[in-house]
């Protein structure tokens, strides 16, 4: 488009120079406008006014395209401005999860000081249509995982169990797989505040919903919906106080023989990406007995008699 500016004003231009020229031979040779001025103004006229509009028009259409660029040259600094702090959103973004995880797991040490635990990152996921399990980057070679131990989030909530170890990964069954159950306290953290204790477990049926079930619930226990279930350390599997869920529906066994409950997991299980492994804690049960030792007065010993 510029080179056919250019070239339209070099036709122009050419005109007026020849103009000029002819109007100048005219006055030098009459010392007067003259007849060939006169005439050259008349036939010209209408090709000067043609020119001046043409020029003008031309004029328009260079400054509308120097605006375009100055638009084009503006919004291309926009788009950079836009990437550059969507670039910086996104870092923000990065940062408040990663100190959101950092806090969680550092209230997770501070609530749970005698466990001890390891990192590990979700390979993939390894189950089918009757399981529900996941691979992780830990095995009998590069850590000290052991089939059993039970793996949960950096907040201290249980996802699921190591079930079979091998050199480098390890196969974890979550809480919705039929092949695991727990002890759980019931709406509190332990046997003082809790409304009673139960065995949560996988099942077949809720595995797919996304649940699993407290089944054959005691008539004395109060389920409600809502009521938090929580890991009672019973049996010495799983620490206490580790979250497993929340109760979303109570209902009567199918049997007609006491009452179940569905439990949703406090974690997406499906979201996860990291975890931690118990490799060790101190039970509950060892504390007490440690306690009631500690409390029993020292047996008197009667000293001999010397003579």
């Known amino acids: 488009m510029k080179a056919l500016i250019n070239k339209r004003i070099i036709i122009i231009a050419s005109t007026a120079l020849l103009i000029a020229f002819i109007t100048f031979i005219s006055v030098n040779a009459f010392n007067s406008v003259g007849p060939v ?3 050259a ?17 031309f004029g328009n259409i260079y400054a509308s395209i120097y605006r375009y660029e100055e638009l084009e040259r503006r919004n291309e600094e926009l788009i950079q401005s836009i990437a550059h702090l969507q670039l910086a959103q996104s870092e923000a973004a990065e ?25 590990a990152t979700l390979e993939g ?8 399990t996941f691979r992780i980057n ?10 059993g131990m039970g793996v949960t989030t950096e907040s201290g909530i249980l996802i699921g169990q190591v079930f ?9 069954i979550t809480v919705l797989d039929t092949r695991f159950s727990a002890a759980v306290f019931i709406g509190g953290e332990t046997i003082e505040d809790s409304d009673g204790t139960a065995t949560v477990k996988g ?8 649940l699993l079930i407290l089944d054959y619930i005691d008539d004395n226990i109060v389920v409600n919906q809502g009521s938090f279930v929580v ?12 979250t497993v869920g929340e109760v979303v529906l109570v209902d009567t066994h199918p049997s007609g023989i006491g009452r179940f409950a569905t439990v949703r997991p406090s974690s997406p299980i499906n979201a996860i990406s990291e975890v931690y492994v118990i490799l060790g804690f101190q039970h509950q049960e060892d504390d007490q007995v440690a306690e009631q030792v500690d409390e029993q007065p020292a047996e008197h010993v009667d000293e001999p008699i010397v003579e």
């Open 41 to 57: 103004n008349t036939i010209t006229r209408p090709v000067r006014s043609l020119a001046s509009n043409i020029a003008g028009a």
């Open 95 to 119: 940062l408040r999860e990663e100190n959101s995880r950092l806090r969680s797991l550092l209230l997770f040490r501070e609530r749970h000081g005698g466990h001890a635990h390891e990192p």
């Open 138 to 147: 830990r095995g009998y070679m590069n850590s000290r995982i052991a089939e």
């Open 125 to 132: 996921w390894t189950g089918d249509n009757w399981t529900h």
């Open 164 to 172: 079979n170890v091998g050199p480098t990964t390890s196969t974890v």
């Open 203 to 210: 099942d077949f049926t809720q595995m797919h919903n996304g």
């Open 231 to 242: 890991t009672s350390g019973a049996g010495g599997v799983f620490p206490s106080g580790l």
């Open 37 to 39: 001025t006169g005439f």
